[in-house]
């Protein structure tokens, strides 16, 4: 049985701050009280519109940044390159998600989403490279 126990850990960090994030969109929905859509117009509404980004930004990245981390660590990447592709990925992410809540556009959230960026960069370029 093939173990890739950085993506497992990766998937299980990343994991709880999904349902964190998903948690926090809720209790926006709730204090709103807009319960269908993103309450566009609605001035309550403000930071329901932050989590519902926070949760979606978080969403639209992840899960490739994941599947290429698996996917390199069965390949034979290195124990050690996988973990810093690991780490960066679990920094990026938690760094946006603190910084999209602060008003502006903020070190913490444009950092955290260039670093994803360039997580899933590397870890495309590195995937390819194991092809060769």
């Not at 998937?11 to 319960?35: D, F, Y």
């Not at 309550?44 to 989590?51: E, I, P, Q, R, V």
């Not at 992840?62 to 290195?78: H, R, W």
Request: net charge positive.
């Amino acid at each position: 049985m093939t173990r890739i126990p950085v993506t497992l850990f990766t998937s299980g960090v990343l994991g709880i701050l999904c349902v964190v994030l998903s948690v926090l969109v809720s209790v926006a929905r709730t204090r709103s009280k807009v319960l269908i859509g993103d309450g566009t117009g609605n001035p309550d509404a403000a930071s329901l519109l932050t989590a519902i980004r926070a949760q979606g930004n978080f969403i639209e990245y992840v899960p490739i940044a994941l599947i290429l981390l698996g996917g390199i660590e069965v390949s034979g990447a290195s124990r050690f390159t996988c973990e810093i592709f690991a780490l960066l990925l679990i920094v990026s992410r938690v760094s946006h998600a603190i910084g999209i809540r602060q008003p502006g556009p903020g070190l913490l959230r444009a950092g955290g989403a260039v670093l994803t960026w360039l997580v899933i960069l590397g870890l495309s370029v590195e995937a390819l490279l194991l092809l060769l």
